[in-house]
């Protein structure tokens, strides 16, 4: 008699097609049962069980196996059951692979950016891009980001808005994140007249921020402001050197209203001016 097998060979014990199914671990503890086609082996041929974590052998040898909802707890869990027939041992395996269910954590949207309320803008015909991004929490399905002109919708005549979904595992949760990119394709006068609005929606709340364009201060702006600065601080220092005397005289008055709580005596300041006598026959 012959006998025809097919044989799959498979990258590693852990591989999917090996596995009797996954299983989420939300419980505090869990209960693996053996796959039923090894416990009804180990049950007809009255054979002893044995279970392995990730393939290293556990000590035990009960029928199913209890388990905690913790990281060290989830892996590959193998079921074994020893078993004999005609004098002759035999092993029969079945794995489930356990996963930690990911919590659910759903808060009021937070805007990420912008940060400020004002954003600096380039010259006038430039091209400029705001980012609208806002978190909504962990595990999340439903985080949106839009950018709004005015109160109403972007309008698509020299603008474009595109919204981009994004995840980032933490301690084995999904942070949620959303963004919107608004182009602005020429920045004009009327956008620095109009208010922008970075609006984000999650599965129940949604927040908004206001925001402003502003000039952006060019090289020549600050070198014109250094100049402006520097000719006061000049004019500044020829006063106090030329006219130092008629400040003090001109400020006498307030200055010695503060000395007459001890003495209320008048002093009268004379200046003298030497001249250039003449010379003598």
């Known amino acids: 008699m012959i006998f025809f097998c097919r044989i799959h060979v498979v990258k590693s014990e852990s591989d999917p097609k090996l596995l009797y199914g996954e299983i989420s671990n939300s419980n505090k503890n869990m209960r693996v049962s053996c796959p039923g086609p090894i416990a009804s082996i180990c049950n007809n041929f009255r054979g002893n069980f044995s279970w392995k974590k990730d393939f290293i052998l556990l000590e035990g040898n009960q029928k199913d196996w209890w388990i905690g909802n913790s990281q060290v707890d989830k892996g590959v869990y193998t079921c074994v059951c020893t078993w004999m027939h005609n004098s002759e041992v035999y092993q029969s395996t079945g794995s489930r692979k356990i996963s930690q269910e990911r919590q659910f954590v759903n808060i009021k949207p937070g805007i990420l950016s912008p940060e400020g309320s004002k954003v600096p803008a380039g010259e006038e015909g430039s091209v400029m891009k705001l980012n609208c991004t806002i978190f909504c929490g962990k595990n999340v399905p439903t985080c949106d980001a839009e950018w709004k002109m005015n109160g109403s919708p972007i309008p698509a005549d020299g603008y474009s808005n595109e919204t981009q979904s994004s995840s980032r595992v933490v301690n084995n949760s999904m942070d949620t994140f959303s963004t919107a990119v608004l182009t602005i394709n020429k920045v004009s006068a009327k956008d620095f007249q109009a ?18 364009l502003i000039w952006r201060k060019t090289t020549l702006d600050l070198v014109m402001e250094f100049l402006g600065l520097l000719v006061c601080c000049l004019c500044v220092a020829v006063l106090l050197r030329c006219f130092s005397i008629d400040i003090i005289l001109l400020l006498r008055p307030c200055l010695s209203l503060a000395k007459r709580k001890k003495d209320t005596r008048i002093y009268d300041a004379y200046v003298i001016y030497q001249t250039k006598r003449p010379d003598k026959d």
């Open 195 to 212: 208010t922008f609005t970075c609006t984000g929606r999650g599965l129940h709340d949604s927040t908004s921020k206001n925001i402003k």
